[in-house]
């Protein structure tokens, strides 16, 4: 009866791992690990799935997501199989906007030369594409409104100018230009204007000078004559 026993359970060891190919091997840090996004975290948008997909006996792996729960273990493909093994880099991108907000699960599955899989989950990812940002449930409050007060609109006024203190020069120097040339211009006429009264002068007393001289010389013949 003993040896029946051990016979059969040597049989069921033997044959139980042919039954179940599918069942994932045992797991080892870096050969099916997903590093982004964490477990809990909200996502929108284009995701970056980070990890390690990597093994002796590597042949593909692949990413899957599903709702949580997953009572029927229903998965979804991201993208199609993977033949290149990634160490500590992007495994793939995951587009969340075709999918509806909620709760999901994001699977890695790394198949090797024997059938069997490495397997490597990040569950409780919260979807929220059309609220990115949650906001935590608050008590509300009734506020009263407070009266505020309008402030008075002003009319803007112009702002002045101020003086430009070289336009000041320039019409300083114009009036003081000015005034040289007009200054000069009566110097001159004064001048031209004494040069002629001195020349009509000095010629008017040569004519009286003639005059009297002529009559002087007239007399005189007159007496001679008379004489």
């Not at 003993?2 to 797991?27: K, W």
């Amino acid at each position: 009866m003993l040896a029946v026993s051990r016979f059969t359970l040597l049989m069921l060891i033997i044959i139980i791992p042919f039954m179940f190919p599918l069942q994932a091997d045992a797991q080892a840090p870096g050969y099916a690990d997903i590093t982004h996004p964490v477990a809990g975290e909200a996502i929108f948008g284009l995701i970056t799935i980070e990890g390690s997909a990597d093994h002796p006996s590597f042949v593909s792996y692949e990413l899957s997501f599903a709702y949580q729960p997953n009572p029927e273990d229903t998965w979804f493909p991201i993208m199609q199989s993977i033949q290149t093994p990634v160490s500590e880099g992007r495994l793939g991108i995951w587009d969340t906007t075709g999918i509806t907000d909620g709760t999901y699960q994001l699977r890695l599955r790394v198949w090797l030369k024997n059938g069997n899989a490495l397997e490597a989950f990040v569950p409780d990812l919260r979807v929220r594409n059309t609220i990115p940002t949650e906001t935590p449930t608050t008590v509300m409050q009734v506020a009263i409104p407070s009266p505020s007060l309008i402030p008075l609109t002003q009319t803007p006024r112009p702002t002045p100018i101020p003086p430009s203190f070289s336009d000041g020069r320039a019409h300083v120097g114009r009036i003081f230009v000015t005034g040289a040339i007009l200054g000069g211009a009566g110097l001159l006429l004064m001048g031209g204007y004494l040069f002629v009264r001195r020349s009509m002068s000095l010629r008017w007393a040569k004519l009286r000078m003639r005059r009297i001289h002529w009559r002087s010389e007239r007399e005189r013949g007159g007496r001679r004559r008379d004489q």
